[in-house]
DNA sequence: GTCTATAGTTTGATAGAC
DNA sequence: GTCTATCAAACTATAGAC
């Protein structure tokens, strides 16, 4: 996924915290963060995350990251390879976490509308800890699909898996007699999966709508209409 | 919205035609588009467009730009100010296209559900003709925001009208009783908008899958889920 | 681990010939 | 309406002092 340049990574926890040497650090404009080598490199990762959402990966310059950091743009380099590379570890931290998610929510059992229901709160339940890397994942997914090289194909491979368990789900509930079977899975699939990221765009911490509500409400649109029951029309 | 270097214009129709000079034009290596000033304008704009949809707006360079148009860079400026006033334009048509049909599917009547029904099949249909201009939207959308100056304001204007029609037309569905009342109309729209228009990812012309079979699957899905009748839960 | 300084590209845009 | 030629600014990334 990604190529780190020093010891130590994001979403590797086992790893020596022999504390940052900060033998020069003049002025120390870094707020808090005086630990260890892996918290200072997330620090740094999760500024850049902010700016890439807030006006897209191209348009964020490394001096822009640099100045958010209280830092020079050289010494980022110190810590990344290159851009690309800061990006590369926002997105896969997260589907990282995502998939962990999902795959626990299967192995947790349950009828397939149990299940489904769970994943839908798993999908908002991620958009307040990573709510700037899903806006960048959508926004610049075009853009860093287009960089040559395979760099970024784990972003097709994460999609796929997750297409995956969504729609065995959805085929199940239809076999079990739980979801109607005259909808398409993959189809309707598409159709949850971008209701709960798209939110991305609109969803506020600490706004009128939390994640749970938000799932409920989700929830109750897309069972009424899913599972089988009295209907107004049910077409072959 | 845009402001046009020269005369005519894509949505103005009642341009003179008088022909474009084409007297020097050496190789010509445009394929077609002979016409009228605008119409070579309007194909700019498209190859223009396409651009920004497969590597975003900021990704896409004016050389670029004038490649696909068999032209040298500084040629472009003859027809446009600058690279902002080219997706200016490509947003501002196509909003100006999509509002005028949700216009006419309000001044038509018909209740709240065949409305809103129809609305979808707008929303759809607007997917083949309109995009790139549908994904770039939805990609730069942030960074245009983020433009210092009020050039881009308009898309927040048309984004609320939009609304607007929207959540009226659910809240009328619930006071004549045709939906059930224990959804939130704002989120319940903003639920639907998401799910359609955030298809422009997936969506390919001639796919598997056409614009009115996706309207009639989404339709089904959600009516049945928003309609009244025999349901599995019912919360207040 | 940060700074100074800068190399090497690329970018959006302009001026004037044709 | 396009080309030639170019400018000034901005960018990513590097090298070496401290």
């Known amino acids: 996924m990604n190529t780190r340049k020093n010891s130590g990574g994001a979403s590797a926890v086992a790893t020596t915290p022999a504390a940052g040497g900060a033998a020069a650090g003049r002025t120390v404009r870094r707020a808090a963060s005086s630990g260890s080598a892996s918290e200072r490199r997330e620090h740094l990762v999760k500024l850049a995350a902010e700016l890439f959402a807030r006006k897209g990966f191209q348009a964020t310059t490394v001096r822009q990251i640099a100045d958010e950091a209280g830092i020079l743009s050289g010494s980022l380099y110190h810590h990344f390879d290159s851009k690309e590379s800061i990006v590369d570890e926002v997105l896969s931290t997260f589907l990282h976490d995502l998939i962990g998610r999902y795959r626990s929510a299967l192995d947790g059992g349950g009828d397939a509308r149990a299940v489904l229901s769970e994943m839908v709160r ?16 959508q926004n610049d997914w075009n853009y860093l699909r287009s960089l040559p090289g395979d760099r970024f194909d784990y972003l097709i491979k994460a999609e796929d898996e997750v297409e995956r368990m969504w729609v065995g789900q959805i085929k199940r509930g239809q076999a079990e007699g739980a979801l109607r079977p005259d909808v398409d899975p993959k189809l309707t699939y ?25 799932s409920e409400h989700y929830i109750t649109v897309l069972f009424d209409g899913l599972a089988t029951g009295e209907r107004t029309s049910h077409p072959a």
Do not use: C
């Not at 798993?122 to 994942?137: C, N, S, Y």
């Open 190 to 214: 598409r159709m949850i999966r971008d209701a709960i990221w798209v939110a991305v765009r609109w969803f506020r911490p600490g706004g009128r709508l939390n994640p749970a509500a938000l």
């Open 122 to 137: 798993i999908g908002f339940g991620t958009l307040e800890p990573h709510r700037a890397a899903i806006t960048v994942m």
